[in-house]
């Protein structure tokens, strides 16, 4: 390819030919050697600035000086003719380095546009160029005129902030920009700013305010319709600094519509979600309270069947009837006390302890299940080891629901081992002479899942079971300072280890007792 264009080089060529002539035969001596400079500069000019094109043009024109020298001092030239010679080959010297440091400085600004204009064509975020010399000059004029606070007067003149977005040209747009907006090409691109944006945008009173201060970093949100007429919302950033060079601002341009969308979705699944999470309070709640009322309303419903069948016998038997009848009252009244304490439990209120005597508190718990026990053919036994005066601190009412539901638990369990296999033991014992431990096992199948999902709420391995039991078990267990865990029975049964701190002075041992023995509460679970 030739180096060279063509006019130029012509035009270079005639130049150095025309000079070489006065040079080399005019008679006297008119220094016009110098006029070499000018032969590279009009061969750079039309493109061939190349750099070995500037070496070859400024070598031919010294060349040509030296020969018109040549030339002129055969013919007789004069003594300063010699000095006329080194200074124009001087002149063309400084003149060629010049051009060729022009010529890498041309270079390097070339390779930087297309590197940015690469950059600009091929970024995955769109970019608008953006033309905001008008509005600078149009801000200048309204200060001239006397306008202080621009804050201020934007606010109160919206037709103001109207027109400078008319005024804003939109300068060049890369690919990412054109596939938002849905144009085919830069040519049918929006010229002005205000073709983008809705009449009702208010984000570019911001900007002209950015303008005026000349902020190093302007962001603002806003929305645009693409050709189509499709909203979009979009997040734009700009450099106003000092240093920008306001008639080609690029703005970078975030899509955030899917953003926005997604967000809203959030924002309507969360808030169903607390809809649902308070729906589910409230079934817990009302659950737990059907599930702690259900050992009561037992005792009620035996209680009452039994003060019927004595009244039922001829002659009636007034002394048992009477005693049912108290046993059904007392019934009643522990109802409404579990009741009381549920809710209590539930709100998260403020126990009402009192120092109990746990094995007394077991022995009426077992005594309790009897009917149940009897239902089933169950037969309970309460061993209290070596201990008496065994005092804890708590609510005797929750306590002894815990027992209730780990008693009854344990019975259900065995509804598949034979009868005469159907045993449950409570047993109490003391650890570290500071803690009272109690354990209730069984000989059904044990435990199957892991001790976390077990004390889940609403977890139940019974067909008709609301899952509450055990989770409101641990929660009470816990507010009286306590832990309770799971384990196996040694006869593969399952284990529930619940312990409670000692209340008072400690335990001490009971009369006629040793160390090893055991009195033992046998209940037969048959009703007389």
């Known amino acids: 390819m030739n180096l060279f264009d063509r006019p130029q080089s012509a035009g270079a060529a005639l130049l150095a030919c025309a000079i070489f002539c006065l040079d080399a035969f005019t008679r006297d001596d008119l220094a016009v050697a110098g006029l070499y400079v000018l032969v590279p500069l009009i061969a750079a000019s039309g493109g061939g600035g190349r750099r070995r094109a500037v070496l070859g043009w400024s070598t031919a024109c010294a060349g040509l000086a030296i020969a018109g020298f040549l030339i002129f001092q055969a013919r007789g030239a004069p003594p300063l003719a010699f000095a006329h010679l080194g200074i124009s080959l001087v002149v063309l010297l400084v003149m060629t380095l010049l051009l060729l440091r022009t010529q890498a400085m041309s270079s390097a600004v070339e390779r930087g546009e297309r590197r940015y204009r690469s950059i600009f064509d091929t970024l995955a975020s769109a970019i608008w160029e953006h033309d905001f010399t008008e509005v600078v000059d149009a801000i200048s ?13 934007v606010v109160e003149h919206p037709e103001f902030v109207a027109e400078m977005r008319r005024l804003v040209r ?12 849905g144009v085919p090409s830069k040519e049918a691109f929006h010229s002005r700013l205000s073709e983008l944006l809705p009449e009702t945008d ?27 007429g499709s909203r979009r919302d979009i997040f734009v950033t700009f450099s106003l600094g000092p240093e920008a060079c306001l008639d080609k601002v690029p703005g970078s341009i ?36 059907a599930h702690e009322l259900n050992q009561p309303l037992s005792a009620i419903h035996s209680y009452a069947d039994a003060a019927r069948r004595w009244m039922a016998r001829m002659p009636p ?24 304490r549920v809710r209590s439990l539930v709100g998260n209120a403020r126990i009402r302890s009192a120092d109990i005597d746990l094995g007394e508190l077991l022995s009426t718990t077992v005594t309790l299940m009897r009917a149940d026990a009897a239902e089933t053919s169950t037969r309970l036994v309460l061993m209290r080891g070596r201990w008496r005066d065994l005092a804890v601190s708590g609510d005797r009412i929750l306590l002894k629901q815990v027992f209730v539901n780990l008693v009854t638990n344990a019975i259900q369990a065995m509804a598949e081992v034979p009868p005469e296999c159907r045993t449950v033991t409570v047993k109490i014992d003391v650890e ?15 435990w ?41 029975a040694p006869g593969g049964g399952a284990l529930v280890e619940v312990r409670l701190p000692l209340a008072g002075a400690g335990p001490s041992v009971a009369d006629g007792v040793g160390d090893g023995q055991v009195e033992q509460v046998a209940v037969d679970g048959l009703v007389q």
Do not use: W
């Not at 004029?141 to 007067?153: F, I, K, M, Q, T």
């Not at 009848?325 to 009741?339: D, E, K, P």
């Not at 002479?433 to 044990?446: E, M």
């Not at 977890?459 to 300072?481: F, N, Q």
């Open 141 to 153: 004029r309204l200060r001239a005129s006397g306008v202080e606070d621009l804050r201020r007067y």
């Open 170 to 181: 939109i300068t060049d747009v890369n690919a990412t920009g054109l596939a938002l907006m």
């Open 202 to 228: 208010e984000s570019f009173a911001d900007c002209i305010v950015a303008l005026d201060e000349r902020r190093s970093l302007f962001e603002t949100e806003t929305t645009v319709y693409t050709l189509a």
């Open 254 to 289: 975030l899509d955030v519509t899917d953003r926005k969308a997604l967000e809203a979705q959030v924002l309507r699944t969360r808030e169903e979600l607390a809809e649902a999470q308070r729906s589910g309070a409230l079934a817990a709640m009302s659950a737990s309270i």
């Open 317 to 340: 038997d007034m002394h048992e009837a009477m005693a049912a009848l108290t046993g059904l009252s007392q019934a009643i009244g522990h109802a409404r006390t579990v009741m009381h």
């Open 432 to 446: 570290d002479g500071a803690t009272a431990l109690v354990r209730v096992a069984d000989r059904g199948p044990g």
């Open 448 to 488: 199957e899942d892991a001790e976390e999902k077990v004390f889940g709420s609403f977890y139940t391995t019974k067909p008709a079971g609301m899952g509450l039991g055990l989770s409101i078990s641990r929660t009470t267990v816990e507010r009286h300072g306590g832990s309770i865990a799971l384990g196996r």
